[in-house]
């Protein structure tokens, strides 16, 4: 079958013909029918990371993926062939109590593996065998937008997490509501706007911010979406003094995050999801200001990995949330589709300015024709 391989810690990605995964006892072959490309793709192929599994000399990439099951082995269960699934990223060190219970993102062993990143194989290939217990099944309905559910995932675990600390905020039974709160996105990729969508669906009055003007097309989904975007090209002093009380952070980087933290207001929490370069350079902080506020305030800084399943499924929910609020937006983050044989410039190029890339493995599969 055909697979985009990568040899970490070398640099490129190309097309290589290699072995059919065997379908064994308890376990479901899928088709894949598109992937999306990441910021953590482009990492592995630049030779940033990036890790073969064990024996093997190469690693297939991909881990934001669609499928249709085509086959069960002896015993597997809770699919049927043509079923739709996006398959969860991260597998567990099998030694934890997370990874015991199928919550592999909070591994505490650090032994875990991530299909299409380290050491296990990804999913830009033909075909790939998975448990179903790492299967998630989606409606029809959602086939021209699922290839999102896995970027999806992380911001609904950021946000729940973050929603996890403000309910201490949460008003005593009987005591009322007062005042919509604000919620602040740095970065306006992929994960920065869904998760403006998802802010948006839970009721925050949201802000958004990137480097770019207003003619852009996440600005203006942003707009679509009641969103408020701000270019912070100059510097987050354009926000003006407003606090937030919940700041998704998704950009890695490392000056911004510092800077976000003086955006919060009392009792607020900040959530970062990007990954920084631990080889940047080192910046200079006021950590005594910083930190004072940070007690002061009751504030939170909490980091936020990966996804568990419980997240694909509540992304799964609001992936239909938002295409009755706002039918075909999301699609459009979708820039553009293109055949798995164009994966070598597809991954050497990072475009700015697009939300999403997508390389589809069969023709005629999902979304090959933009709506
Ligand atoms: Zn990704
Ligand atoms: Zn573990």
Known sequence: MRAVVVRPPSPGAELLDVPVPELSAGTVRVA????????????????????APPGSPYLILGHENLGEVRELGAGAAGFAPGDLVVATVRRGCGRCR????????????GGFTERGIGGSHGYMADEYVELPEYLVRVPPALRSIAVLLEPLSVVEK???QGQRVLDRKEPTPGEPKVGVPRALVAGTGAIGMLAAFVLAVRGYRVTAIDRHGED??????????GAR????????AVLGDEGY????????????????????????????TGIPDAGGPAEPVAGGTLFRDVVLG?????????????????????????????????????????PIEECASVLAQRTSGTIKTVLTVRPGGAGASPP
């Open 32 to 51: 894949v029918l598109e992937c999306g490309v990441c910021g953590t793709d482009h990492d592995i192929v630049d030779g940033k990371y990036g890790r």
């Open 98 to 109: 997370f990874c015991h219970t199928n919550r592999s993102d909070f591994c505490e062993t």
């Open 158 to 160: 950021a946000t729940f």
């Open 216 to 225: 852009t097309l996440a600005a203006g989904l942003l707009r679509r979406v």
């Open 229 to 236: 975007h701000v270019n912070v090209a100059g510097g987050t």
């Open 245 to 272: 009380d919940l700041v998704i952070e998704a950009t890695g980087s490392v000056a911004l995050d510092f800077s976000l933290i003086d955006r919060l207001g009392p009792n607020g929490v900040l959530v970062l």
């Open 298 to 338: 009751n504030q939170a800084i909490v980091g936020s990995v990966n996804a568990n399943r419980t997240y694909f499924e509540s992304g799964l929910r609001d992936l239909a949330v938002f295409e009755d609020r706002w039918p075909g937006a999301v699609a459009q983050m979708i820039a553009g589709r293109h």
